[in-house]
């Protein structure tokens, strides 16, 4: 992870669409003054942890790749910073921790052979499409290892992404700094003692679909969806890097650590 703090002066503005967030964005423009993207050192990101995805998914879409920082004007907001008023922002700035995070490339070839790519920073998912089981066979590194999962389908989830869908699917909890995927079935029903896997993250995970026309399987990245897939390849996208900042001792990290505790 990196540790050298930085100085951001140069701040552009992305916020969600809600009445709390477009509020609190003109209070921090009448305060700051914020430049175009283009021209910014870092995002200040304004909402729920669905903006400060929808913000890291178009830098990867090909904008230009900086340090976000993430102010929860939502719900949830695991991957953002609280919100203590328009007040104070430089210094919150220059105190900030950066956390490095690693997103997934998804590769997708379909039944009628056209391919696709997207990137995942939480996960990527394989899913029944019918009421129909899927039924996928799971290889690793060029090796099989489960010929046929049936299921609802499966996921490999990054370590950003464990807390979330992959924990609601009886995943484990990564450390964010484990250099570690996890290999998740979603509903198994055979193998039945099958319960997924912790696998290093120079791993390439090979999903193929058994029977694809009687059970059609959708590959979802984050939100990008594909369906009436043939073969999924996912593996790191180290060249798409990104930085996320968080205020000194709630930074992400211990975030995750402390989800392991949650009773």
Known sequence: ???????YEKLAIS???????????????????????EDADAIIALGGDGTMLDTLHQMLDGGRVLP?????????????????????LPQRLAAAKPMSVLPL???????????????AINEVSLLRETRQTAKVEISVNGRVRI?????????????????????????????????????????????RRWRGAILPDRSRVSFR????????????????????????????????ELTLLFDPHQALDERIVAEQFVT
Request: proline share 8%; net charge negative; hydrophobic share 35%.
């Open 1 to 7: 992870m990196p540790e050298d703090r930085k100085t």
């Open 15 to 37: 916020n969600s669409q809600s009445d709390r967030a477009m509020r609190v964005a003109d209070e921090l423009r009448e305060r700051y003054d914020f430049v175009p993207i």
């Open 68 to 88: 976000v920082f993430g102010v929860n004007l939502g719900t949830v907001g695991f991957l953002m910073n609280r919100y203590h008023g328009a007040t104070g």
């Open 105 to 119: 490339r998804m590769n997708i070839t379909t039944q009628t052979g056209e391919t696709h790519t997207y990137c």
């Open 147 to 191: 010929p046929e999962l049936a299921g609802d389908g499966v996921l490999l989830s990054t370590p950003v992404g464990s807390t979330a869908y992959n924990l609601s699917a009886n995943g484990p909890i990564l450390p964010l700094d484990s250099s570690m995927l996890a290999l998740t079935p979603i509903s198994p029903f055979r193998p």
């Open 209 to 240: 679909v058994n029977e694809p026309s009687k059970r059609p399987v959708a590959a979802v990245a984050d939100s990008k969806e594909v369906r009436d897939v043939a073969e999924v390849h996912v593996e790191v996208a180290r060249d798409k």
